[in-house]
C-alpha cells in the first residue's frame, strides 16, 4: 500500500496522464465539438505530446521543477486560454510543493485547493459556470476526505477521479458562463464540459500510474 512517492514516481504517473491526453485526442475533441470549436482534443494532445518528451527522459531535483516543467511545456505548445489555464494548475500545484521530494494525499489535496483558486483567480470562474473547475474541486474535495481517513495514494486518487468524474456529468445540467460557449446559453445544457472532461482524464490516469507502481 503507497502512501508517498517520490519524485522520480510522481514523473512516471505524470507520463501516464500525457500519454492518457494524447490518446484521447479524439474524444475530446468529439466532447468540444457539441458547445466549442471542435479542436479541445488536438491542443490538449500537443501540449502533452510536449509534456512528454520533456519529462520522460529526464531526473528532476525535486516535485516543484517537475510540475514547472509540465506548466512551461503547455504553455508553449497549446494556444488561447487552453494552454495558461492547464498550465495554471501544474504551476500552482508546484507553488505548494516547493522543495518537497515527495508526494502524499496531504500535499496532492493542498496542491489541487491551489490550483482551484488560482484558476477562478486567473479566470474569473467559480464552481457552477460549466468548466474544468466543476471536475477540479471535487476532486479536491476527494482527496481531502481521503487523507483524514488516512486511504492509500491508490484509494485517494480513485476517488478523486469518481469524484471529478461526477462532476463532468454535473456539467451537462449547467449554463456556461466562461468562453465561447457562453453565448450558447440554454442550447448549452445538455452537453459536458470539454476541459472538466480533460480533469477527469488527468485523475483517471493518475489512478493507472499509480497501480502501475503498487
Do not use: W
Amino acid at each position: 500500500m503507497l502512501n508517498s512517492i517520490n519524485t522520480s514516481q510522481f514523473r512516471n504517473i505524470l507520463l501516464e496522464v500525457a500519454r492518457k491526453i494524447q490518446k484521447n485526442q479524439d474524444y475530446l475533441c468529439k466532447v468540444d465539438a457539441a458547445i466549442g470549436d471542435g479542436d479541445h482534443g488536438i491542443s490538449m494532445a500537443k501540449g502533452f505530446k510536449a509534456v512528454e518528451e520533456n519529462i520522460k527522459e529526464r531526473d528532476f531535483e525535486n516535485i516543484a521543477e517537475l510540475l514547472n516543467t509540465v506548466a512551461f511545456s503547455l504553455i508553449d505548445k497549446i494556444g488561447g486560454a487552453t494552454g495558461p489555464l492547464f498550465a495554471t494548475v501544474f504551476m500552482a500545484a508546484g507553488k505548494i510543493a516547493n522543495d518537497k521530494k515527495d508526494v502524499n494525499l496531504e500535499l496532492l489535496h493542498q496542491m489541487f485547493k491551489q490550483a482551484v483558486a488560482d484558476l477562478c483567480k486567473r479566470g474569473g470562474s467559480k464552481p457552477g459556470d460549466k468548466t474544468m473547475i466543476d471536475a477540479l474541486q471535487p476532486a479536491v474535495e476527494g482527496l481531502e476526505e481521503a487523507y483524514i481517513q488516512n486511504l492509500s495514494l491508490e484509494k485517494g486518487l480513485k476517488i478523486a477521479y469518481d469524484k471529478a468524474n461526477d462532476g463532468v456529468a454535473e456539467t451537462k445540467k449547467m449554463k456556461p458562463r466562461q468562453g465561447k460557449s457562453r453565448y450558447l446559453g440554454e442550447r448549452a445544457i445538455g452537453y459536458q464540459d470539454a476541459g472538466a472532461t480533460s480533469i477527469s482524464l488527468i485523475f483517471e490516469a493518475m489512478v493507472d500510474g499509480i497501480k502501475k507502481l503498487s
